[in-house]
């Protein structure tokens, strides 16, 4: 059964920084592109970065370039994503989740499965 479970979560203060786990079993990821997504308490889930299948291009929403970093090793099964200068609109349960597409083609949810349970990442004082 192919499953993702995300990890690294937590409360920090603005201006830390987090690096989320995304952590593949039942299959391998080398086939996919992952997606991080993140939903805040009663706004749509909304797309955060995507990296393709074995790394060579990488997207981000305007609202964390530069400061979020997507990264994989797929000899770990694993995806990652380093969050820097976290704000507090940045609060929301984060997601992982596997593309259809071995490249990053937007952040069109039907595009995805195998999602995650979801990690919540608060930024608060």
């Known amino acids: 059964q192919l499953q993702l479970v995300e990890s690294g979560g937590g409360l920090v203060q603005p201006g830390g920084s987090l690096r989320l786990s995304c952590a593949a079993s039942g299959f391998t990821l080398d086939y996919y592109a992952i997606g991080w997504f993140r939903q805040a308490p009663g706004k749509e889930r909304e797309g ?18 530069d400061r ?27 997601f992982c989740a596997a593309s259809t597409y071995w490249y990053c083609s937007g952040y069109v949810l039907r595009d995805f499965i195998s999602w995650g349970q979801g990690t919540q990442v608060t930024v608060s004082s």
């Open 68 to 94: 979020f970093t997507i990264s994989r090793d797929n000899a770990k099964n694993t995806v990652y994503l380093q969050m820097n200068s976290l704000k507090p609109e940045d609060t929301a349960v984060y």
């Open 48 to 65: 955060v970065s995507c990296i393709s299948s074995r790394g060579g291009s990488a997207n981000y929403a305007d609202s964390v370039k």
